[in-house]
């Protein structure tokens, strides 16, 4: 077992990172005998873990209850962050309870969201079971819900009490989640460590094989690299904006093609590919690297082309209600070379839809 501690300003908490965790959750967790504790979690994942977490918290001791949710992008809504709250409130649960988010992005962000609210802030802990949300989602506080007109318009900054990475999870993920997953691992080596980016380029095949050294290796780096960067801007006021690439065209594609239709990795794929497109147009990065970025996602199993059903004027209601946009300027996250990534509010309009519609698939 690995921890990570990341040290905040008015709260630290560690990431440990192991296989089997699942198994001695109490060795990382807060919640002590006579406590009370909620889990929260979908249908998918009660069949697989709910069960051995929910025993062995009850057998130690602690008033647990659990709420299981529908599976998918699509009920990451206000009315199933109701469903949390009434939950808790019908268990009569208090302001020293915790709630413990045991599934991916969706699960946690809703369940961060409610502990956020939840008599004005209650403990939360993160146990991230997908890719995805082992490499970033479940590190950094960010939670929110999505709105039909944006995704994560709704939201807090809350960070968890703990990170509980139990690798063994990934084993269950279907090829197309695990994929979605490498997405956000690739805008890690591409926006902040060329050492990494070139490590994936090495070792692709054996993360796609699931290779627990390769697994062990790429998930505390990306951790390593998110905790570096929200010691330093926890409410992204600046740098943690660089986490963000990829994601202004990545979210227009979710919402427009109704959430849970594209994978979020699937979506990033192709906002990291529109986004160096930029870069590319704009003269910052070079068509070596550019081509380097699309081989990569490619040997991910990932898409480089966005929806058909898009138009580059299709993105620009999304892209204006982004969440990087300050006194009416856009902001968009561009790499600049392989490993360096900066902040750019001076882009065109055309320039914009010219690469997006270099990046859109034409049957």
């Not at 990382?28 to 025993?55: D, F, R, S």
């Not at 802030?121 to 590190?139: H, K, M, N």
Request: charged residues 20%; hydrophobic residues 40%.
């Amino acid at each position: 077992m690995e921890k990570i501690t990341v040290t905040l300003k008015e709260h630290s908490y560690p990431i440990n990172i192991g296989s089997g965790l699942l198994n001695k959750p109490l060795l990382y967790m807060p919640v002590k005998a006579g406590q009370q504790a909620m889990i929260v979690t979908n249908h998918t994942l009660e069949i697989l873990y709910l069960k051995q977490l929910y025993q062995i918290l009850k057998k130690n001791g602690i008033k647990i209850n659990q709420i299981v949710l529908p599976d998918g992008e699509q009920y990451k809504t206000l009315s199933t962050l109701e469903e949390i709250l009434s939950e808790l409130l019908k268990k009569s649960h208090n302001r020293d309870t915790t709630l413990i988010a045991l599934g991916g992005g969706v699960i946690g962000d809703l369940t961060g969201f409610a502990a956020s609210c939840y008599q004005r802030g209650v403990r939360f802990v993160q146990i991230p079971t997908t890719l995805l949300s082992q490499v970033d989602a479940s590190v950094g506080g960010k939670t929110a819900i999505n709105h039909s007109l944006g995704k994560n318009m709704i939201g807090s900054f809350y960070q968890p009490t703990s990170v509980i990475i139990d690798l063994n999870c990934l084993d269950t993920l279907s090829k197309r989640e695990f994929s979605s997953g490498l997405a956000e691992v690739v805008k890690y080596g591409l926006a902040l460590d060329c050492n990494f980016f070139v490590w994936l380029e090495t070792n692709m095949k054996k993360l796609l094989e699931k290779n627990i050294d390769a697994l062990a290796y790429c998930v505390r780096r990306c951790c390593e690299l998110k905790a570096q960067i929200i010691t330093i801007d926890e409410h992204e006021n600046s740098l943690r904006s660089l986490l963000n690439l990829g994601h202004t065209f990545g979210h227009a594609i979710e919402t427009f093609m109704s959430y849970g239709t594209w994978l979020h990795g699937e979506a990033i794929s192709v906002g990291i590919v529109m986004a160096s497109s930029i870069s590319y147009e704009i003269g910052i990065l070079s068509a070596y690297d550019l081509k380097r970025i699309k081989t990569l996602l490619l040997c991910a199993n990932l898409p480089i082309y966005g929806p058909q059903e898009m138009t580059p004027i299709s993105y620009f209601p999304y892209i204006m209600r982004d969440k990087k946009i300050f006194s009416g300027k856009l902001r968009l996250i561009l790499p600049t070379s392989i490993g360096c990534a900066d902040i750019r509010n001076d882009i065109s309009c055309s320039i914009i839809k010219k690469s997006i519609a270099m990046n859109i698939l034409i049957k």
